[in-house]
Structures are given as C-alpha cells and as structure tokens.
C-alpha cells in the first residue's frame, strides 16, 4: 500500500507531527504541501492536515483539500490538525473538511499543538505570548504535541493496511 503524508507547517510543529507519524508507520512518502504538490491520485492512503489557525487550516491545506477533492473523495483519507484547544476539534473539522469528504474519512486526529516563542515571529508570537499569560494559574496546560493520539493514528493505518 503506497500512503502519502501531505502537510503543511508554518512553525514546525505539524511538519514534527508528521515525522513522528512516519517514524510509527515506516514506509510512506512525506510531502509539505507549501514546497510540492503530490499526485495524490498515485498513493492508495493519503494522511493530510496541518495547524489550525485562527479556526481554519492554514491556505496550502485548504487549497489542496479544495483542488483535490474529487481525488480525495475516492481515496482512503485519514485528516489531522495540529490545535492547542482540543475541544474545538469537531468544529475545526466541519469548518475545514467538506462534507462530501467528511462521510468518507478514515479517520480525523487533533496531534495537538505547540507554543515555541523562540520560534514565532511578529503576531504569532505577540497571540501566543498573551495566551501563555492566560494560561498561567488558569488550570489549562500549555499545548502541547500529543504523541499519544500520533500512535493512534499509525495503529489506525495499521490496521487500514491490514485490512486490503
């Protein structure tokens, strides 16, 4: 089964979530969806996502969700979000996912986020600077990457490969 990661990372974390999800899966073509754009018709499981930011998927994964989406719809599509407040996630999904592609997914994943001051810049890092403030004393962690739902997501393809 050829499977194809495909994201997009405007700081790092969601291009690190990905090579943690290939290091669990072994074989599977990476592809940043900013610097290439893959021929998603050439793989038979295609795993997408990127960050969310302010409630959307950053352009390059909304574009490749808009572009592709007859593509998509026939193939066996796994999505995650890289988003530092987990109990937005079925919200981000229904905004960002269309329903046509909504009914087929294989799986939808929130890998969690980070908040890297060192490496922000400009807005971004002013937003995150004010919500680490919030956060202190507030009960809320701080985000985080979830490794734990990363392996969940491999042994879901796992068991996809499994099951051809």
Known sequence: MKILIAYHSKNGTSEKCA???????????????KKKTPDFESYDLIV???????????????????????????KKVIYFIN????????????????????????????????????????SDRMIAATVARQ???????LASIDERTIEQCAGRIAAIKENI
């Open 19 to 33: 090579q943690l999800l290939l290091k669990q899966v072994g074989a599977a073509d990476l592809a940043d969806l």
């Open 48 to 74: 997408i996502g990127g960050s969310i930011r302010m409630g959307m998927y950053t352009r390059p994964v909304r574009k490749a969700l808009k572009k592709y989406e007859d593509v998509l719809e026939r």
């Open 83 to 122: 988003c530092a407040f987990p109990e937005n996630r079925e919200k981000y999904y229904k905004d960002n996912i269309s329903e046509k592609l909504r009914k087929r997914t294989l799986g939808c994943f929130n890998f969690g986020g980070e908040m890297d001051l060192a490496r922000l810049t400009g």
């Open 135 to 141: 956060s202190q004393g507030s009960g809320h962690p």
